[in-house]
């Protein structure tokens, strides 16, 4: 039987009915593991807005003229 | 050595020190240029230096006398203008990118690879810099 993604998830047992059972059954040492609905995205630039980046053109390119050497 | 030698030589030291010593930046010469003609040392795209494979301890400690003193003039802009320290050193790695690094020195985009410019082909731009 081909199962869809979104049957087979329906199907398992998700994480938040998992969590449930480990508490009811009294479970201390259960480990929670979600299966992420989303690929995993790395972004390393999470500080830096593009249209700050942009805005301080001007700014960065005096920067290194000013500063012979560093630059 | 004769003593108008000596006299020219100390004429021309002096002459030197007064043109060091009136250099902003305190670096001698064009430091950050100089490490990135050694090969060892390349852009980031987070605009600081860093050292391609391994270099003596020397061109290390140059290369973060240079941050640190990169770091500063970061910091100092984004305080006025109201910005991150990250953010205006990104700013400053694209404008780095365009026109600093050399043909043939190193650069590193923020998948971590170094790489090298190609001839005079431009740098590709780091896809922050808009």
Excluded at chain 2, 27 to 32: E, L, M, P
Aim: net charge positive; aromatic share 6%.
């Amino acid at each position: 039987m081909i199962l869809s993604n979104k049957d087979e998830r329906r199907l398992t047992i998700g994480g938040r009915t998992l969590a449930i059972l480990c508490a009811a059954a009294g479970l201390s040492a259960c480990v929670q593991v979600d299966t992420p609905d989303k690929p995993i995205e790395i972004n390393l630039n999470i500080n830096i807005r593009q249209e700050v980046v942009v805005r301080l053109q001007q700014d960065a390119q005096q920067l290194i003229q000013n500063n012979p050497g560093v630059f | 050595m004769t003593r108008k030698m000596k006299l020219f030589f100390a004429g021309a030291a002096l002459g030197l020190a007064t043109v060091a010593g009136t250099s902003a930046a305190y670096a001698f010469q064009d430091a950050a240029a100089e490490l990135r003609a050694t090969g060892q040392v390349g852009e980031q795209a987070d605009g600081y230096l860093g050292v391609v494979n391994s270099a003596p301890a020397n061109i290390r400690s140059q290369v973060e006398s240079i941050n640190i003193q990169r770091r500063a003039a970061y910091t100092r802009l984004a305080q006025s203008r109201n910005a991150t320290i990250e953010e205006v050193a990104a700013a400053t790695a694209c404008e780095l990118f365009a026109h600093r690094v050399g043909p043939g020195q190193y650069y590193r985009l923020p998948d971590g690879v170094w790489r090298q410019r190609n001839g005079n082909e431009p740098v590709p731009r780091p896809s922050h810099c808009g």
